[in-house]
């Protein structure tokens, strides 16, 4: 069974700072999507950044960028520029050919 | 485009009462998902169908909750009776195909008292 591991519980930036969060996974398969999901205080979970595991090149998206390491099985967001409204809960998840897995979340706080 | 549309919002209710929640999906999306979410924690599927078709639903606990989407497009998620440890959200998401990004509606909060 695939499994997602978030090791960071809480992360904190300065605003207009650069964070980096974490995220490693564990599956057999070869052909697989790994996502970044955003969900702040509201609940309604918003996909920030995806990633096809074919692709070489890592998947960027204005701040958001993600640095893709297949033989490691790493998977982490980088957000540049940190704004408050970047607060929020991530979850990185894995989709292979089975369900979507989710990490346990890493609790990011933007301080002013 | 309207987005994926859950309801109740809010749901309090007492143990050994029987609660539903019902989710439309975004227009198009074949695939449905149902998921539980744990204070603290990632969500965790419990059921996905494919049109009308549940293809997975290894995590329902089918003692207590059941599903349906009839017509391929609505879906509603029952549990009777309820227990304390059903507290939760419980989220809808759709998506065109699987392993597409899924889209997800703002969720339903279980309270059981």
């Known amino acids: 069974a695939q499994t997602v591991t978030q090791s960071q519980p809480e992360m904190s930036v300065q605003e207009a700072e650069t964070v980096t969060l974490s995220c490693t996974y564990d599956?057999?398969?070869?052909?697989?999507?790994l996502f970044w999901y955003k969900q702040p205080p509201s609940r309604q979970m918003i996909l920030v950044i995806r990633q096809e595991a074919y692709k070489q090149q890592n998947a960027t998206e204005n701040r958001f960028s993600v640095n893709f390491q297949k033989a490691a099985k790493s998977f982490s967001l980088k957000i540049s520029d940190s704004q408050l409204g970047d607060a929020a809960m991530y979850f990185c998840a894995f989709s292979g050919s089975e369900k979507l897995v989710f990490g346990k979340g890493t609790k990011l706080t933007v301080n002013p | 485009e309207a987005g994926v549309v859950q309801s109740p919002r809010y749901k309090i209710i007492e143990k050994k009462q029987p609660v539903a929640f019902w989710c439309n999906p975004i227009?198009?999306?074949?695939?449905l998902y149902w998921y539980r979410q744990n204070l603290g924690q990632g969500p965790e599927l419990l059921i996905r169908y494919e049109n009308e078709e549940a293809v997975d639903d290894s995590q329902l606990p089918k003692d207590r909750f059941s599903a349906e989407r009839l017509k391929g497009v609505d879906s509603t998620l029952k549990i009777q009776p309820a227990e304390l440890g059903d507290s939760a959200v419980y989220l809808c998401a759709s998506s065109y195909g699987t392993g597409n990004e899924q889209y997800f509606g703002p969720g339903t909060r279980l309270t059981v008292t």
């Open positions: 227009s198009g999306h074949n695939t």
């Open positions: 599956t057999s398969e070869s052909d697989y999507y």
